[in-house]
């Protein structure tokens, strides 16, 4: 979200399709000579006098003639102080020559005059609209902005025709988050000024910020069947992204790119479509393309990075992310890409190194509030590269230093204390901690929540389940409990419980997003049920509206080569999967498996030893692991794994053991040891 202030940065210098109260100013009318004495006709005099020095200084700027122009009309309007065009002309020059207060004081003075003075309080207009830009405070910014818009209201009652003041009011309803009244006042233009280009280009975005695209597409698209234009096609670009309709949002892009090849905006709406659809190598063209246009611009660069990430082209990502730093050295966005780079590729080290310097060169700054939110961005990254390589205690460390920098990180970083206790698996610890923060916080949902989620991991569905429903409240609120009750359930193997709060949550779906997560979990649940169709319908549901879910790609891949059938396609769902999220150890793992079923036993291996090395203690991982090394023939190799896999299994938390699966490791490692065994017993024969 923009702030107040930045937002009328946006406002005052970007340049608009159409400019409102930007047309030059008509040379002013002069007041009438009259011949009822000495007076007026001096009047008139000082005054075509004082228009004189201002076309001077309108030429050539030099401060001299704008105080002879100011001299001359004050002395016109002494003489003639009834005339408001000569206080109208006086209060424009003060503007012109940037003594603004006195502007606003003879243009306020004219009003009290002669209160339809259109032409005064456009003047006024301008000056509290360019003021915004010098003043540093928000709440003055507000009332300013205000004032600007008690001038223009007045003025589009006054000349309903003026459409550059309606486009200006607009604007500014919108930088004051009045979206209603700028809408109203957008539809007036364009109902009565159909070929206004600014009204339309205003009316669109607005429909398109408020993802209104059903109305925003339709409107842009008769535009501009009569009048192409490159920022309008950028514009409808950007309402077919927010619908989600892709390859419409790279037509209309490109049509944007086609007239103005050159311009940044354009070029880089086509660049994240053609990203947005997996299509890399013409995302990279459109990506260089930027490079040559803006080749400071960092954030190209990083997307740039993201591409060959994607790509598993990891050296080519890293040189990328390089770039970006040596253009944005303090960028924390690039220092958390640079980071989670070297995580993805277990390259712990590296990443806490580039974490832990950005946090040295944070901690020396001000206290602000964006520091202390910088810093709780670095100390949740070095807590999670530090998790993930299992150094839990100095993860929790890195939370703990997190607590200290306020109330709401406080409390994140003691669910994230929690977690990594729960990782850990020391229930005991994570308990204690949930339990102390509760007492901080006894009337949080979100720590009532995780506390009810560790009893049932620690096999005490009935008490989870009724620690979640004393949260239910007959509101939307009720959905996110719904879904926990439904994966606590699953985890307990209580499927049909987990069910029907999978129902329960469905029917509090209030966006077509929603479905994704209800769809994921009951694909998962008729997966363990084992009733494959069921839960193939479930996994394409998600995938037709979102493709890049990573979860359920990798789900759908891993059931499929599980089961041995369609491993093609299974390879095919993980690789999209990895491409999303590199160093899952749980993808890397989906696709040692897959790879295993397919007999490619040295792929299997290499996959399978990255995701242990990134999940030591994963009994899953160590026992695929086991079984490649053993169709390998390395047999006493396996059985180490094999031997890992079963002291995992034992220290499992309750709701994650699976006693069948120990007793299968066992019966496999009775066998190799007895084979091992009965080979060691068989006597060789004597040399003659």
Known sequence: MKTFISAVAVLLCTSAISSPLSAQRRPPAAPAARDNGDNRSEAYFNFMMGNMYEGNFRSNSQKEDAEKAVDYYKKAYALDPTSTVIGEQLAEMYFASQQTSEAITEAQSVLKRNPSNVGVRRLLARIYIRSLGEISNATEQRSRA?????????????????????LWLSRLYRLTGQDGAAEQTLRGVVARDTDNIGAVAQLAQLLVDHNNTAEAVPLLDSFLADTPNADLYDLLGDAYSKNSNLPKAEEAYRQSVKMEPDRVRHVRGLAQSLFDQDKYSEALTQYQRMVELRPDDSDTYLQMS????REQRMDDAERQILLAKQHAPGNLEVVY????????QGRFADALHVATDALASVKNGDVTPARRRNLAVLYQLIGRVNRDSENYSAAISAFQQMQQLGPEEDLRARLLIVESYKDARDLTSAFSEINKALGVYPNDRSVKINQALLYGQNGQPDVAAKSLRALLSNSADDREIQLNLAEMYMENRRYAEAETAIGSAEKLASDPADAEMTNYLRGSLYERQQKFDLAEVAFKSVLSSNPHNSATLNYYGYMLADRGVRLDEAVELIRRALAEDPGNASYLDSMGWVRFKQNRLDEAEDYLRKAVNRDSHNPDMLTHLGD??????KEALAAAQWEKAVAEWRRALPADQQPSKVADLEQKLSRVKNRVASQESVPTAEPR
């Open 306 to 309: 993201k591409i060959y990430r």
């Open 337 to 344: 890409n640079e980071a989670t780079l070297y995580e993805d």
């Open 146 to 166: 205000g004032l600007a818009i008690d001038q223009l209201k007045e003025i589009t009652r006054l000349d309903t025709t003026d459409s550059d003041s309606a």
């Open 628 to 633: 490649v090394l053993a169709k390998s023939g």
